[in-house]
């Protein structure tokens, strides 16, 4: 998928494009109960009423919503910067593909969230499962053009922000585990021992 396209107004993002070098395999085809961790992205998004891009390298079996990420960027900024230029006017929930446990109803809470919505965590502010407003694509290729590896806590210093704390995302039903990403063979033996969560009944690509 390139080019400009119509879409809805919120669009879910997952980024495919890291290395895994500290997990040592790559994470989107990595099981997780029974399902690829992308899989698993991908339902809860459905789930909670959003249409999907990958952004990034194209797991078998989705190549047909794959964005690819521009050429001379790097980091999780290239996903997004991907998904703006691609989707204009459109706002973005920006996901890892080490975040299985994200939740269809936390999805929901962050878009209902005004402005730029991030969830700080042990005073640091996660960029990923966070909701980034259309507007912000303005201040992002700004901030492209002072470097080709741009910081997404950069980007979140320059536009109306609101940082969603526990006693708001836990009226969602939220119990914290959307922020948990499986980037190291420790993480994921803890969490899968903490939430031996049973797959998610609906995939499709």
Request: proline content about 9%; aromatic content about 4%; overall charge neutral.
């Amino acid at each position: 998928m390139t080019g400009n396209v119509d879409g809805p107004s919120v669009r879910a993002v997952v980024l495919t494009g890291g290395r895994s070098t500290r997990m040592g395999a790559a994470k989107a085809t990595l099981v997780l109960g029974g399902l690829r961790l992308v899989d698993r992205l991908v339902a809860a998004c459905r789930e909670a009423g959003l249409e999907v891009t990958i952004a990034g390298a194209a797991p078998p079996g989705l190549a047909g919503i794959t964005l690819a990420d521009p050429p001379g960027i790097a980091g999780p900024a290239a996903g997004l910067a991907a998904a703006m230029r691609a989707y204009p006017g459109t706002d973005i929930v920006l996901l890892a593909t080490d975040q299985p446990y994200v939740r269809p109803a936390t999805l929901r809470g962050l878009m209902a969230t005004p402005g730029a919505a991030v969830v700080p965590v042990q005073g640091r502010r996660q960029t990923l499962c966070a909701l980034y407003r259309a507007e912000c694509a303005e201040a992002l290729e700004r901030l492209l053009g002072e470097t080709a590896a741009p910081s997404l806590q950069t980007l979140l210093d320059r536009v109306a922000t609101a940082e969603v704390e526990p006693a708001a995302w836990a009226r969602w039903g939220e119990d914290g585990r959307s922020w948990i990403s499986l980037d190291t063979p420790d993480r994921w033996e803890a969490a899968a021992a903490a939430w031996p969560e049973p797959p998610l009944a609906t995939i499709a690509p």
